[in-house]
T-cell receptor, first 116, second 118 residues
Framework: AQKITQTQPGMFVQEKEAVTLDCTYDTSDPSYGLFWYKQPSSGEMIFLIY??????QNATEGRYSLNFQKARKSANLVISASQLGDSAMYFC?????????????FGQGTELSVKP | GAVVSQHPSWVICKSGTSVKIECRSLDFQATTMFWYRQFPKQSLMLMATSNEGSKATYEQGVEKDKFLINHASLTLSTLTVTSAHPEDSSFYIC??????????????FGEGSWLTVV
């Protein structure tokens, strides 16, 4: 079985500051991928960043970086220089490629509010 | 531009009727499509995995006869909510994948469909 846990229901950050959104996971799959998505109030799922379980380096995409600690089974998202437009729901997700048939499973989500 | 198109974006139906939601991959052939349900302020709950040409695999607790999923071609999967009731009102969203291990992070989401049953 696989499980994704986001323990922060809501987070506040001041504009231009950095914020870390926590994500821990558990899986029996030897090969898996970790994702972060942003979901604004419109409902669309916006892909932010991806980390494969065998990737040696932490993934980065512009202002987004993924702090991947495999031994701790954590995949925290760091957003640098927060902007007002970053206010949204953020979901961590995991995809197990062998035992889980490629299913993408989501965490509970964190609602981020950026203050001006 | 969108590579997965979901239709309709909004639908209101009367209790007891059925409603169909379509999920189309526009630029690629999707071997696997996933259907999710999301209540306000909650996570996306996987309902079923749809593979082209075969029966959908439903997650535990999801009623197969209630939520009919058909993946008739490599570019189209449909979700039909049968005999809809107000408690079926939710946000439904699909995603499409090229495959499993070889495609890694290649998953595309549709825009989602808001269903309201009155």
């Amino acid at each position: 079985a696989q499980k994704i846990t986001q323990t922060q229901p809501g987070m506040f950050v001041q504009e231009k500051e950095a914020v870390t959104l926590d994500c821990t996971y558990d899986t029996s799959d030897p090969s898996y991928g970790l994702f972060w998505y942003k979901q604004p109030s419109s409902g669309e799922m916006i892909f932010l960043i991806y980390q494969g379980s065998y990737d040696q380096q932490n993934a980065t995409e512009g202002r987004y970086s993924l702090n991947f600690q495999k031994a701790r089974k954590s995949a925290n998202l760091v957003i640098s220089a927060s902007q007002l437009g970053d206010s949204a729901m953020y979901f961590c997700a995991m995809r197990g490629f062998y035992n889980q048939g490629g299913k993408l499973i989501f965490g509970q989500g964190t609602e981020l509010s950026v203050k001006p | 531009g969108a590579v997965v198109s979901q239709h309709p974006s909004w639908v209101i139906c009367k209790s007891g009727t059925s409603v169909k939601i379509e999920c189309r991959s526009l630029d690629f052939q999707a071997t696997t499509m996933f259907w999710y349900r999301q209540f306000p302020k909650q996570s996306l709950m996987l309902m079923a995995t749809s593979n082209e040409g075969s029966k959908a695999t439903y997650e535990q607790g999801v009623e197969k006869d209630k939520f009919l999923i058909n993946h008739a071609s490599l570019t189209l999967s449909t979700l039909t909510v049968t005999s809809a009731h107000p408690e079926d009102s939710s946000f439904y969203i699909c995603s499409a994948s090229l495959g499993t291990a070889s495609s890694g992070n290649t998953i595309y989401f549709g825009e989602g469909s808001w269903l309201t049953v009155v």
